[in-house]
């Protein structure tokens, strides 16, 4: 698991190797991830939007933005959290991601950046 911390907002994230399949005649490796957002500020914030850059070990870079994270914007007062579930297809059994949220404060009405920490996705089998 890695964890960082950006004005007050804790991000943790959890991965798993879910096996491989072929499609399309090619073989993928997917990916899950598992994130908690933990609000350790005094004020209340909305998670607005998701900024992800995807590294696979044979491809070039891809970067993925959206709105919320899986469909919702989540609103997190002082010591709450929310941990939600979602994944990746890698060509390769091995990769890496980072991004980061927009959010919202509530009490000064300004958006800021919170980063999501560089985090591995590997096969169990590609280790050494």
């Not at 964890?3 to 991965?15: A, E, F, M, N």
């Not at 933990?38 to 933005?65: A, C, G, M, P, Y």
Request: charged share 20%; glycine share 8%; proline share 4%.
């Amino acid at each position: 698991m890695v964890s960082q911390i950006t004005r007050g907002i804790k991000i943790s994230v959890l991965t798993s190797f879910e096996g491989t399949y072929f499609k399309n005649y090619r073989i993928h490796f997917a990916f899950s991830y598992l994130i908690t957002i933990e609000n350790h500020s005094k004020d209340s914030v909305q998670l607005i939007s998701r900024h992800w850059e995807i590294f696979d070990s044979l491809n070039d870079l891809e970067t993925v933005d959206g709105e919320g994270v899986i469909g919702k914007k989540p609103v997190l007062k002082p010591g709450e959290q929310h941990t939600y579930n979602s994944g990746c297809l890698l060509s390769s059994p091995y990769g890496a991601m980072k991004g980061y949220f927009n959010l919202v404060n509530f009490t000064t009405t300004r958006n800021f950046k919170v980063i999501v920490p560089n985090f591995r996705l590997c096969a169990p089998f590609a280790l050494n």
